[in-house]
C-alpha cells in the first residue's frame, strides 16, 4: 500500500501511482455513482474509489474477499446486463459504471440453536420464504465467489442440510444474492442457519476430543504445568530445542 | 497469469519439483531447521523490527522511557479527538448506559457478549465498522488446539512459549492452550464446522512451530467460519445484546475512583461524540496493520488501526511487548492488485516450499513466523540475491503448492483451500499448477494492553481480549495462536467483566486523564500534528490531501480529517 511521494503537478492524475510505479499504469475511464473519474487500469474498484479522492466508510472491510461489505454493481458499456463483485477483487474496466451497495435490508430468524432440529421443519419455520424459489438461477449469476446459490435454496427447499453446508460454505454474506432474487429469499442467512445445523447436529462426533476434555478437567496435566512454568528461561529452551518434531 | 519474464524461474521451480517431493515423503526435514544460534543472527540481521529507526523511545504515558513500535510511539504521542472540558454535561448525562461495554465487534468482542450473557449480564457492542468487520473474519488456515492424542495441551505450551522466544506471560499461555479443546467443542455445540476423518477424528495439520499436528480447520475459511457463527448467535440476542455499529470508541472514560467507566464513540455517519456509561469495559479492537508500520503491505482489515491501544493508554494502561510486529512470511506478490493478501500458512503446513530463484529450497519451511519471514528478506536481499523481481517494483520468492496434491492427493488443494485458489484463478494463476509469488506481510500486533489470566488490565473495570492485548505470545506468535486467542481469552473476558459488572457502583465520570496527556505532550515539548486513534487509514492520494478542508479550509488543525495525515509513519516499503 505504499504510496510514492507525487510532486504537486498541475496535471495532477497522470503523474499519481497506485502501486505501479514502473511502467507506467494506463488510465481508463470509470463511472463512480455516475461521476467520471480516471483511474489507473490496474486498480481494483476499490482503489479507483480511493483514488478518486473519496474516504470510503461503508463499503470496505477486510480488502481481501471475506467479510462481504463490498459488494457494488455495476454496467458496462454495450452490454444491458448488470454485473455484481466485490470491489476489493474486481477490476475496473473502461466505461464501468457502478454503485456500491454496502448494506441489503432484510430480516434474520431469530433462534435457538440448541432447540432446533436439521431438517426441512425448521427451514419452513424459520425462513418460509426460500419456497418462493422459482429456480431462476439469478442468485447465482449474481454470486462474487461463484457460488451455486440456487443449489443450496432448492436444497434448502428439500430439507438437505448437508447440502446447504457444503455449497455455502465459502458465503461472504454480501448480500447481493438477495438483492436480485426476484422471490426475496434472504439466501446468505439460509446458508448460516444450514452451516450451523449442519455443525450442530451432523457434523461426527469426535472421540479423541470428547477424552481430551475429560483429561484436561481431571487435572491429568496439571503437575507438567507446574513444572514447565517454573522452570528458567535456559532449560527451558533446552527442552524446546530438544524436543522431537512429529513428521 | 504470469507475464512472460518469470517463466525462466517458474521453469526452474518446476525443475527441482520431482527431488524435492522426494525428500517431502521421505519423512525427514526437506530444509534442515535453525537452531537458537543461527534464528539469533537471522532476526538481527534480516527482521524488520531490527531495523534502524524501527523503535523509538516514548515520552508520556505508563511505559515512558521504553522503546516502542515507532509508529505506535506517534500515536500515543498524538492529540486526542475529544476537548474534555466541552464534554462535562455529556459525562453526566451519557448518551447510553449499560452494565457491559464491549469495544470492537471481532471475534473476541462477539465471544464476551456471548458468555457475558450467560452469565446473565447484557452488554452494548460498538464497533468501528459493521459486526464482525475484523481480522478475526479473515483467518484462514487454522486453530491450534491439542486434540489429538499424540499430542497434549503441555506440548503446545512449549510449542507456544518457545516460538515467543520464552518471553510470554506462563500464566497467560497455560489458559490459551489448556482452554484449547474446549474452545473446539464449544464452537462446533454454536455450529462450526471443523474438518474432520470419515470417522469424526479432527483433521490435523502441522503449522509453523508446532511439533506434533494440531491445527485444526475450516477448509480455508475458518475465520469467516467461526466468525459468522459467533455474529449469528450475538444476533439471535437483541434483547440482550445491544450492537452499534460505525460508533467506534474514542477515549475511555473513568470515574472518580479511577475505574474505566465507559467510553467516548465517535460516530462515523453523523461526526458526533456519544458517551456511554458503563459498569465494566472490554476492549477487542483487535490489531494495527493498517498503520503499515516500516511502509510494508498488510494482510489486515482495513479497521485495524491500533485504536484500543491508543484509549487504554491514555487512561493509564500499560502495554507489554509493544515493540515487536509480527510479519507473516508468505503474504502475495503477484500480481499487484492483492499485494499484501495473506496466503495461509496451512499451505506450508500441507507440505508447500519457499524456493528461491533457481527454484531451490532455502529454509525449513515451518519455522516459527518470525524466522521464516527474516529468512525470506535475507533470501531477497542484497547480501544474497536469489529473489525474483517483478515490474512492479516488488521482490519475493516462490511458494510450491503444485507439490501439495503430489503429496495429498490430486483434489487435495481445490478442497482444502477454496478461498486461495478462487483468489488466484481470478487472476489466472491456477496453483494447482503454479506456484504463488510471495514476500512477508505486515500481520499480527504480538503485544498489546498488558493483561492477567481474568483478562484485567491495571485498570479497575478495563478488561482486554484478543490481538489488542500482549503476553500471551511474547514477541512472536505462532500459527493459530491468535484463533484460538480470541475464543479463549474472549470468552474469558465476558465472563470475569460481567462477574465484575455485578458488584459495581459507579462514582463521577470524568475525562482528567485526557487532560492529563495534553499536559503531558506540553510538558514534553512534543508537537504533533497527528490525530488519534486513527479510526480509518487513508489511501488518498497526496494531492488530493493537500487540497482538503483540514489543509485549506477554516476546520481547526485538530479536526479528525486529519487523519489523512500526509505521509504518516516511515516511508520505506517493502518492495525498497
Redesign the interface.
Known amino acids: 500500500?505504499?504510496?510514492k511521494?507525487?510532486s504537486?503537478?498541475p496535471a495532477?492524475k497522470q503523474?499519481?501511482s497506485l502501486?505501479?510505479?514502473?511502467?507506467k499504469a494506463r488510465m481508463v475511464t470509470v463511472y463512480i455513482m455516475g461521476k467520471r473519474h480516471v483511474v489507473p487500469e490496474?486498480?481494483?474498484i476499490m482503489?479507483a474509489i480511493?483514488?478518486s479522492?473519496?474516504?470510503?466508510?461503508?463499503g470496505?472491510?477486510?480488502?481481501?474477499?471475506?467479510?462481504g461489505?463490498c459488494g457494488t454493481i455495476y454496467r458496462l458499456p454495450g452490454d444491458y446486463k448488470i454485473h455484481s463483485g466485490l470491489a476489493c477483487?474486481t477490476?475496473v474496466q473502461e466505461g464501468m459504471s457502478l454503485t456500491q451497495i454496502p448494506a441489503v435490508p432484510m430480516e434474520?430468524a431469530?433462534?435457538?440453536?440448541e432447540k432446533l432440529s436439521p431438517d426441512v421443519d425448521t427451514i419452513k419455520r424459520l425462513y418460509p420464504v426460500v419456497f418462493r424459489c422459482v429456480a431462476c438461477n439469478t442468485c447465482t449469476k449474481s454470486c462474487p465467489?461463484?457460488i451455486q446459490v440456487m443449489d443450496y435454496i432448492q436444497a434448502a427447499k428439500r430439507g438437505d442440510i448437508a447440502a446447504i453446508?457444503d455449497l455455502s460454505?465459502?458465503c461472504?454474506?454480501c448480500g447481493l444474492c438477495a438483492l436480485r432474487c426476484p422471490a426475496e429469499i434472504v439466501q446468505h442467512k439460509v446458508g448460516?442457519?444450514g452451516?450451523?445445523?449442519?455443525?450442530?447436529y451432523l457434523?461426527?462426533?469426535?472421540?479423541?476430543?470428547?477424552?481430551?476434555?475429560k483429561q484436561?478437567e481431571s487435572g491429568q496435566?496439571d503437575e507438567?504445568?507446574a513444572s514447565?512454568?517454573g522452570m528458567d528461561?535456559a532449560s527451558?529452551?533446552k527442552?524446546?530445542?530438544e524436543?522431537?518434531?512429529?513428521? | 497469469m504470469y507475464p512472460e519474464y518469470l517463466a525462466g524461474s517458474l521453469k526452474e521451480v518446476d525443475r527441482t519439483r520431482a527431488k524435492r517431493l522426494e525428500l517431502a515423503k521421505s519423512g525427514n526435514p526437506v530444509y534442515p531447521p535453525m537452531n537458537a544460534e543461527e534464528r539469533k543472527d537471522v532476526l538481527s540481521k534480516y527482521h524488520p523490527d531490527f531495523t534502524k529507526g524501527a523503535r523509538s523511545k516514548i515520552r508520556v504515558g505508563p511505559n515512558k522511557g521504553e522503546e516502542l513500535t515507532t509508529e505506535i510511539t506517534e500515536l500515543l504521542e498524538a492529540h486526542s479527538m475529544v476537548e474534555p472540558r466541552l464534554m462535562d454535561i455529556h459525562l453526566r448525562e451519557p448518551d447510553y448506559e449499560t452494565d457491559l461495554l464491549i469495544i470492537g465487534g471481532g471475534g473476541a468482542g462477539c465471544w464476551a457478549a456471548i458468555t457475558a450473557m450467560q452469565n446473565g449480564v447484557n452488554s452494548m457492542l460498538v464497533t468501528k465498522l459493521r459486526l464482525g468487520d475484523s481480522n478475526s473474519m479473515m483467518s484462514e488456515g487454522g486453530m491450534q488446539a491439542a486434540v489429538a492424542p499424540q499430542d497434549s495441551p503441555t506440548r503446545h505450551y512449549l510449542d507456544a512459549i518457545g516460538g515467543g522466544h520464552f518471553e510470554n506471560n506462563p500464566e497467560l499461555v497455560r489458559i490459551l492452550t489448556e482452554d484449547g479443546p474446549e474452545v473446539v467443542k464449544e464452537l462446533e455445540r454454536l455450529g462450526v464446522i471443523w474438518d474432520k476423518q470419515a470417522d469424526g477424528t479432527m483433521q490435523v495439520l502441522h503449522g509453523g512451530g508446532t511439533s506434533r499436528k494440531r491445527m485444526v480447520s475450516c477448509r480455508d475459511y475458518i475465520g469467516a467460519i467461526i466468525t459468522r457463527t459467533l455474529m449469528d448467535e450475538v444476533h439471535n440476542h437483541p434483547d440482550k445484546i445491544q450492537v452499534r455499529e460505525f460508533e467506534p470508541a474514542v477515549e475511555l472514560v473513568l470515574d472518580d475512583k479511577g475505574r474505566c467507566s465507559g467510553a467516548i464513540l465517535y460516530s462515523l455517519d453523523t461526526e458526533q461524540f456519544l458517551t456511554v456509561k458503563a459498569k465494566a469495559t472490554i476492549i477487542t479492537t483487535g490489531g494495527f496493520g493498517r498503520l503499515h508500520i516500516r511502509g510494508f503491505a498488510t494482510t489486515n482489515h482495513y479497521g485495524a488501526t491500533g485504536d484500543g491501544l491508543v484509549m487504554a493508554y491514555r487512561a493509564g494502561a500499560k502495554l507489554a511487548f509493544m515493540d515487536s510486529v509480527q510479519y507473516h512470511p508468505t503474504g502475495a506478490v503477484f500480481p499487484e492488485q492483492i499485494a499484501g493478501f495473506l496466503i495461509t500458512e496451512k499451505i506450508r503446513g500441507a507440505g508447500g516450499q519457499p524456493l528461491n530463484k533457481n527454484g531451490e529450497l532455502f529454509v525449513f519451511p515451518r519455522e516459527p513466523r518470525d524466522i521464516e519471514s527474516a529468512a525470506i528478506i535475507r533470501e531477497c536481499s542484497a547480501d544474497r540475491n536469489m529473489g525474483v523481481e517483478t515490474y512492479a517494483g516488488r521482490t519475493g520468492v516462490w511458494l510450491d503448492s503444485p507439490i501439495i496434491d503430489m503429496i495429498h492427493g490430486e483434489g487435495f488443494t481445490k478442497h482444502q483451500f477454496p478461498g486461495m485458489c478462487r483468489q488466484f484463478n481470478r487472476f489466472g494463476i491456477d496453483i494447482t499448477k503454479q506456484p504463488m509469488l510471495i514476500y512477508p506481510s505486515l500481520h499480527y500486533q504480538n503485544g498489546g494492553v498488558e493483561i492477567n489470566g481474568r483478562c484485567e488490565t491495571n485498570i479497575p473495570g478495563l478488561y482486554v481480549a484478543g490481538e489488542a492485548s500482549g503476553g500471551v505470545h511474547g514477541r512472536n506468535r505462532l500459527m493459530g495462536n491468535s484463533v484460538l486467542d480470541y475464543n479463549v481469552f474472549g470468552r474469558r473476558a465476558g465472563q470475569h467483566a460481567s462477574e465484575y459488572a455485578k458488584s459495581v457502583t459507579l462514582g463521577k465520570l470524568n475525562l482528567d486523564h485526557v487532560t492529563s496527556h495534553v499536559k503531558e505532550l506540553k510538558a514534553n515539548k512534543i508537537e504533533t500534528d497527528l490525530v488519534s486513534p486513527m479510526i480509518l487509514p487513508s489511501y488518498t492520494p497526496e494531492d488530493v490531501k493537500i487540497q482538503q478542508l483540514a489543509r485549506l479550509g477554516s476546520a481547526p488543525a485538530r479536526h479528525s480529517m486529519l487523519r489523512s495525515r500526509i505521509s504518516p509513519g516511515d516511508k520505506r516499503s517493502a518492495a525498497e
Not at chain 1, 479522492?53 to 461503508?58: A, F, K, P, Y
Open positions: 500500500m505504499s504510496r511521494p507525487v504537486k503537478a495532477g503523474d499519481k502501486d505501479q510505479p514502473k511502467p490496474h486498480a481494483t482503489r480511493e483514488y479522492g473519496q474516504q470510503i466508510i461503508r470496505a472491510g477486510c480488502r481481501e474477499g471475506f467479510c461489505a477483487t477490476l434474520k431469530i433462534y435457538d440453536v465467489q461463484g453446508m460454505f465459502d461472504v454474506a448460516v442457519l452451516r450451523r445445523l449442519y455443525g450442530r457434523a461426527k462426533e469426535s472421540k479423541e476430543l470428547g477424552a481430551r476434555i484436561v496435566f507438567e504445568y514447565l512454568m528461561k527451558l529452551s527442552m524446546y530445542y524436543r522431537d518434531i512429529e513428521p
